[in-house]
């Protein structure tokens, strides 16, 4: 639905962190059975980021957090609404919105979790920012999707540990007077729940060897091929748009493969979208958080663009997002 | 700030489950170093639920979810959004709302977590939905706030364990014609984040034993002295009212003594609050609809009554909603 406001949001700043250190294929081929020449046909992955042992998830998101910030030339004070989204957060208590807002000094906001379990996140995240920036009291928000996935993951079992990275991606959404492209729509189907499970970290007590993700394959590409296209149309059609007039797409970074079988299924050339998950794998909510911040800085989103930004996965969860990155 | 809408926003249903273990505070004697008079005294607690080995988080939610809509008198597929609240999940993946959805049957809803630490999620969910509730695509809203401490207390650590308890309450919220009384406030203070730290479960590695929660109690005290009676004023008086004109008032069922000075703080009488964490006692997000709902079912809150709902606690984190109770 578009957004029933008088005024705008858009997004005017970017940010995203990724950690330093990098696992390439090479290095996972010494952990697993599996090697690089599959890893990149099947999701178009060479390398990943890891979380050194110290780094918690709250200083990743507080990096891409800055940067975000910087980038919309706002101080920490100037955010009025903090949701952070992610399935690991630092501890049990607090919630780790509250953490970045302490450690950021967004003293003036109201700070909140939301999950949908990884990867989906972004678009849950974004348009609940949207649901509750009203120009009144909550004019600027600052959405952060982040995860490590390093920390929990059984490094033994192939299908899901190679696909999967660290990092963190964050944007500024503002109020403004006067209109603009926006518009969400999401989904969940609670009835596939069970489609993807990772087990672990939970009141399920399960097997440490259990603990790691188990992705019914077939069915969560179908399912990809299928939502991907239908909600993009969705939130464009009801912006009063076609695909032609939206700038920029950003997918959810999961596998290079469905990304451009979207595309294709879209019509949407490879000049249009951004893709990294050859460097980054897939780093759930953020990866999309990433895509598009990297490319802001590459210039490939010019201030004014109308951006289409779609996140999928556990739940099954699906969702996109139709906004102006305005810039600064 | 009071919902632009021309249409109300009101509850239509309420429901809770707990845990048919009973623990009681000479139970509790035999695990540590405490006693029932002490436990009484400092909190108000006699007994609390704990979870069976088997119950996980969304098997409570489930159980109060369905509570809630035959009060409502609602099939599952009428609901359109779920919002779950809840510091621990069942499992990383997926987010313990679309299991809930799933095995409810509530096959049109979009379902989401979203976490506030614990204590204070009640007003955030309930604002949440209320941030969605659009009358058009969201017409009724269920929100569960569950928690199941018990499988991560540290049973030695006397003063967190002896004032916890699991449980579940859920609310349905309907959209409808004509105007009504509502008012959301919501606040979080991230540089406090220290003061409430339950550390375990997420990125930050510590040992099994720190696994509890540990609490500044001279400054949460202070704390939930003076927020509470100030966003309650808050929310009242953005709606229009005064404190007279509000029927009944439902606390986070902590701390008995606090919820008595703050009733005195407001001018709140015995007979427009309902209390029960002699029973329960502290069960996080779920214990002010706990509360709630057996306000209702007990006869105390009848249809079309005005009631404000306050939860506070880890973030530093507070908020109250004013609602219609409607019932059906």
Redesign the interface.
């Known amino acids: ?1 578009t957004a ?1 406001h008088d005024f705008s949001i858009r997004c005017v700043g970017t940010g995203s962190y990724a950690p330093e250190t990098v696992l390439t294929n090479q290095d996972i081929e010494q952990r697993m059975d599996t090697n690089d020449a599959w890893i990149q046909k099947t999701y178009g992955i060479r390398e990943r980021r890891v ?1 050194s ?1 110290t ?3 709250s200083d990743l998101s507080c990096e891409a957090a800055k940067r975000a910030l910087d980038a919309a030339m706002l101080g920490p004070e100037q955010i009025d609404l903090i949701i952070h989204a992610s ?9 780790t ?7 950021l ?3 003036e ?10 990867c989906p996140n972004t678009a ?1 995240a974004l348009t ?1 920012a949207i ?2 920036l ?1 120009g ?2 909550f004019k600027r928000a600052l959405v952060i999707c982040t995860e ?1 996935y390093s ?2 993951i059984n490094w033994s079992y192939r299908s899901s540990a190679c696909f999967l990275g660290d990092g963190s991606g964050a944007v500024v959404l503002e109020t403004g007077p006067g209109g603009g492209p926006l518009a969400c729509d ?9 489609e ?11 097997d440490p060897e259990e ?1 790691t ?1 188990i992705i019914n394959g077939r069915v969560v590409w179908d399912f990809g091929h299928r939502v991907v296209p239908e909600v993009i149309r969705t939130v464009i059609a009801s912006a009063g748009f076609e695909v032609d007039d939206v700038d920029f797409f950003i997918f959810h970074q999961a596998n290079i493969n469905m990304i451009r079988n979207n595309m294709a299924a879209l019509g949407v050339p490879p000049e249009r979208t951004h893709m990294n998950n050859d460097r980054f794998g897939n780093t759930g909510g953020a990866s999309s958080l990433i895509a598009l911040d990297e490319a802001v800085r590459l210039g490939k989103i010019p201030p004014k663009s109308r951006v289409v930004l779609c996140s999928y996965g ?4 699906w969702g996109a997002v139709l906004f102006e990155y305005r810039g600064r």
Chains 1, 2 share one sequence.
């Open positions: 639905m029933p979380a042992p780094q918690q998830v399935i690991n957060n630092d501890v049990r208590v607090p919630a919105a509250c953490i970045v807002q302490g450690r000094g967004c003293d906001a109201v700070a909140f979790d939301i999950n949908l379990g990884g849950f609940t649901k509750y009203d009144v009291r490590i920390k929990f999401l989904h969940t189907a609670g009835s596939q729940y069970a993807v499970v990772w087990a672990g970290g939970g009141t399920r007590q399960v603990q993700p556990a739940g099954l969860a």
